[in-house]
């Protein structure tokens, strides 16, 4: 079975521009988290979906957003790119559709570069 | 906000070696999770505590959940090569998201 996917597994920005991610689930996950990992530190929440809703938000501007679909794909978005939006974007999927999240399978991961 | 703290930030080890790496949270939680991801890899899952003092092992890992649910510990014995990489702990506070810790990074000499 394949494993959760994302696209693009990099791209090159520059400031003000806007930028896309995408990430498929594990078949049968219904929960799409997305996580920030900056060089050198832990990946940091930004939002997690289930069932189409969203579910929980971390502490990340409004220029950050996301949706989830039908099939249970996801994507998210960000808006008027800053340098320090530079970053690894981690999808995670997930079975939990309670308060408590549940063993996370993380994608590859889209890095993000923003000049 | 919730904060998860680990030490050390990194560490170098003879093959063979122990090693150890310790998590704080500022909250209680409801269970952590570890994680490890290799250099260029994404985060792997490893395991989960869930109980007040828990304690699991996987062959030559050893995790450990604190009485009050606020502290985790992670124990390899006998490094080997094949254990490089960053062990990040997880924690859950049942709100649909995990605050991860800044990472421990392992470096196993041969």
């Known amino acids: 079975d394949a494993g959760v996917t994302q696209s693009p597994t990099h791209l090159i920005k520059t400031r003000g521009q806007q930028v896309t991610l995408r990430c498929s689930p594990i078949s049968g996950h219904k929960s799409v988290s997305w996580y920030q990992q900056v060089l050198g530190q832990g990946p940091q929440f930004i939002f997690q979906?289930?069932?189409?809703?969203?579910?929980g938000r971390g502490n990340f501007p409004d220029r950050f957003s996301a949706r989830q679909f039908p099939n249970y794909s996801s994507e998210l978005n960000v808006n008027a790119l800053l340098l320090g939006d530079s970053a690894l974007y981690l999808c995670?999927?997930?079975?939990?559709?309670?308060?408590?999240?549940?063993?996370?399978?993380f994608g590859e991961g889209s890095r993000l570069t923003v000049l | 906000g919730q904060q998860v703290m680990q030490i050390p930030q990194y560490q170098h080890v003879q093959e063979g070696e122990d090693f150890t790496t310790y998590c704080n949270s500022s909250t209680t939680l409801s269970n952590i999770q570890w994680y490890k991801q290799r250099p260029g890899g994404h985060p792997v899952f490893l395991i989960q505590?869930?109980?007040?003092?828990e304690v699991k092992k996987q062959k030559r890992l050893t995790f450990q959940f604190g009485e009050a649910k606020k502290n985790s510990s992670l124990h390899i014995t006998a490094t080997q090569t094949t254990d490089v990489g960053t062990y990040f702990c997880a924690g859950d506070t049942g709100r649909r998201a995990l605050t991860f810790g800044s990472g421990t990074r392992l470096q196993v000499q041969p």
């Open positions: 979906y289930y069932e189409k809703e969203e579910r």
């Open positions: 505590l869930v109980k007040s003092g």
């Open positions: 995670a999927s997930s079975l939990g559709s309670g308060g408590n999240t549940g063993e996370l399978f």
